[in-house]
């Protein structure tokens, strides 16, 4: 326990943002639905309370409920003494909360094999995996911010899409905010057009406010103005996270990522995904073949529980799209940066999985 308390304060640096961590047998996270006006911090006592605040958006981003679902396969087994049955059934539960990210899922795999493989002090192994996962999910951070960060070039201006930033992963930039983080803090004079996001408002809430923290100049636009700046010449890049990346290249992200990659092609503006290996499923080879997660209605017609739309209005919200690896410029991973043709690069990048 020692060695797993000395991670967690390594974790509060002061530079980092935490979505996510736990002290002692308690799990506790910043209630991201209450950004960017309430900085409230919840506690977690159980498995069924961390799935339901992964399913309820309280809690979001790939990277960080990769991390969440290590945590709470920890705390089910401290809290279950190492019982097998117990952490087999918080892993369904865990698994099920977000479908279509792949990373929760990877994550949970890799601590079932232990329960699977394991005689005895199940619980101290799971303690060491947890703590290899805490370690690997920062070091990809830093790591694919260094290599995105060279395709920033002095003065330009990126458009990202929805939140891919520290809170959504381990606390450093996440995904897409590692790359703009790192190419600020080597000295880049950037600007960040931030779209808004509907209908969670991800991008004005969070984004915006993980990038005036790390004194990143940015501008808020609705996501449907993203063509327009492009097409005047306003926006040089564009560089969005991804929740789940098929063998061939095809990207799932919150929706509204397809439309954006569409009008940066017509721009011949370069679009780039900032992803880990793991976030890489090498079992899917089209982006079709992804399930995508369809939530509930009333989060298009409601905006933080106030209705914006006629009492009876039918609405849908598929919370992800595909981008086609057409689209795509290149992939940011901890590894390098890939660019087309992918599969077997791809493939070379998950072989390398640490």
Known sequence: MDQLQELIERFHYEDLLLPVWLEKDRIFLINQKKLPTTLETLTIKNVDELVSAIKNMTIRGSGAIGISGAYGMYLAAVQSRGDRVAIQTAAKKLKSSRPTAVNLVKTINEIL??????????????????????????????????????????????????????????????????????????????????????????????????????????????????????????????????????SHGDLANKVGTYMHAIAAK??????????????????????????????????????????????GTKAVYPSFDITPHHLVTGIITEKGVITPPYDEKLHKVVQLQV
């Open 266 to 311: 017509e721009n011949n503006i370069p679009f780039y995904t900032a992803t880990s290996n793991h976030t890489i499923d090498s079992t899917i080879s089209v982006g079709d073949d992804i399930e995508i997660e369809y939530r509930n209605g009333a989060e298009v017609t409601s905006i933080q529980d106030k209705r914006i739309a006629p009492e």
């Open 113 to 246: 094999l232990i329960v699977e493989e394991t005689n005895t002090n199940i619980v101290d192994q799971i303690e060491e995996k947890l703590i290899e996962v805490l370690n690997r999910q920062l070091t990809f951070e830093f790591d694919l911010g260094k290599y995105g960060a060279e395709l920033i070039d002095d003065g330009d201006t990126i458009l990202t899409h929805c939140h891919s930033g520290a809170l959504a992963g381990s606390g450093y930039g996440g995904r897409a905010l590692s790359v703009l983080r790192k190419a600020k803090e080597s000295g880049k004079d950037i600007h960040v057009y931030v779209c808004e996001t509907r209908p969670y408002l991800q991008g004005a809430r969070i984004t915006a406010f993980e990038l005036k923290k790390f004194g990143i100049p940015f501008t808020l636009i609705t996501d449907n103005m993203s063509g327009y700046f492009m097409r005047k010449g306003d926006i040089q890049k564009v560089v969005v996270g991804s929740d789940r990346i098929t």
